[in-house]
């Protein structure tokens, strides 16, 4: 028998990731989607009990907002630095350093002794969790097989929609017994869980290939590149107008609520984010639906639900007001599950920069216009803020329409979503 040749050894076989369908598969995307409750359950932690917050340490309404807006903007500032540190020791590595930061800060917290310290452990809470959202996305694009990796990514970010559910479902009863100090622990012992959940979970991966040290002059070559790119440019103006409107949204529609006429209780107001579960929906279904009418057409889809669903909010009848929040989040969420994954689409190098690039935009919205939401609220009321978050989305539809040619919608029909569009 003849021996084999030491010298050139069989080349391995090319990586097309895992199908859908597969054991793997399946253990990716409960993985991630438990890295989606650790991630969002935290960084949204305070939403549910802002009015007691506010009312507890006598501050403002906008104040109240910023224990969201600098966990966001801490976040976004971060989310570049994580994706150049994933491109060297890997993706899931540097997801579960940023997890186990994230935790550990998160379980701190409701310590804190007086309100700049709690800001302060916010941002750090934000900066940990800046190395799950972009990375996530890279690592599916690379696990996951071509034909699939649009449906993964809808899948995801539905998990996202859960995870940002359950942190504010566990908050507003809680916060309503015993203070918003016990909402924040019971949230972050719930990340923990999810944390321990998805390190058992996470396939090792298979389609990382560790990056070269180019330096900040190459890393900054290949940001420069994805901002020249329009199509790539728009989405991350969509990502930063939609995300700042829905927080706006969310940030402040508890106020309203809690006040006249309404008067309802925190309990109550935080079964407004069962609305998410809209999202979970529609962030899958828009992924599927993609593969019939394209990418842009699902997109624009998107807005035109956000802005029918605030119209609803005009109104003074609860039952039309909790109808239009469900159909503005599942517009949210279709809107932002297809710009999510259509950077990795458009990006032929440097895809964790370019997802990177979106979480920039998409939570650099959330803490600017977001907490601006607030200043909109307290000076004109929640038309004002309802009719200048319509306009946002407006403007991000004439965007997308201008920049993302119809024309491309035709071929990713045709390659089953493995071309940009």
């Known amino acids: ?6 010298h050139n050894p069989p080349k391995p076989e090319p990586w097309d990731g895992h199908p859908k369908g597969s054991a793997a598969y399946g253990r990716l995307l409960a993985g991630l989607a438990f890295a989606g409750v650790a991630t969002f359950a935290q960084l949204y932690s305070t939403q549910a009990v802002l009015p007691i917050m506010a009312t507890d340490l006598q501050i403002t309404a906008a ?18 630095p994580w994706s150049f540190l994933a491109d060297r020791i890997g993706r899931v590595r540097a997801m579960t350093l940023g997890i ?5 800060l998160g379980l701190l917290a409701p310590l804190a002794a007086t309100f700049p310290i709690l800001l302060g452990l916010r941002l750090l809470e934000g900066m940990a969790l800046g190395g799950i959202p972009a990375i996530a996305i890279a690592y599916l694009n690379e696990e996951v097989h071509k034909a699939h990796a649009a449906l993964a990514a809808g899948t995801y970010v539905a998990g996202t929609t859960l995870g940002g559910l359950a942190g504010r479902l ?3 009863p809680v916060g309503e017994l015993w203070g918003w100090r016990a ?3 019971a949230v972050s012992l719930l990340a923990a869980v999810a ?4 390190l058992l979970l996470v396939p090792k991966a298979r389609g990382f290939t560790p990056a070269r040290a180019s330096g900040l002059r190459g890393g900054a070559r290949t940001l420069a590149g994805h901002l020249r790119n329009p199509r790539l440019l728009a989405l991350y103006v969509q990502a930063f107008l939609l995300m700042g409107g829905f927080v706006a949204v969310y940030n402040y529609l508890g106020f309203r609520l809690s006040g006249d006429p309404f008067g309802l209780p925190a309990t109550l107001i935080s079964l407004i984010f069962v609305a998410y579960l809209s999202g979970t929906v529609t962030s899958r279904l828009a992924a599927g639906l993609t593969l019939k009418f394209g990418r842009r057409t699902i997109l624009l889809a998107g807005i035109v ?6 119209v609803l909010t005009l109104t003074q009848l609860l039952v039309l007001i909790l109808a239009g929040l469900l159909v503005f989040t599942g517009g949210f969420f279709a809107a932002h599950s297809i710009g999510a994954g259509w950077t990795g689409g458009i990006a032929t190098t440097g895809r964790a920069q370019a997802a990177s690039l979106y979480n920039l935009a998409y939570y650099l919205g959330s803490s600017v216009i977001g907490w601006a939401g607030g200043l909109v609220f307290q000076s004109f009321g929640w038309t004002a803020l309802a009719l200048a978050v319509i306009g946002l989305g407006c403007t ?3 965007i997308t329409a201008v920049v993302h040619p119809a024309s491309g919608d035709g071929q990713t029909k045709r390659a089953g979503q493995t071309l940009p569009a």
């Open 100 to 104: 186990l930061a994230a935790t550990v």
């Open 63 to 80: 104040e109240a907002a910023l224990t969201i807006s600098l966990a966001t903007v801490g976040l976004a500032v971060t989310v570049i």
């Open 170 to 172: 566990v908050a507003g």
């Open 183 to 185: 909402a924040t622990l």
């Open 396 to 398: 991000t539809a004439v």
């Open 1 to 6: 028998m003849p021996l084999l040749s030491t």
């Open 305 to 310: 639900l956000m802005v029918l669903g605030l």
């Open 195 to 198: 944390a321990v959940l998805f």
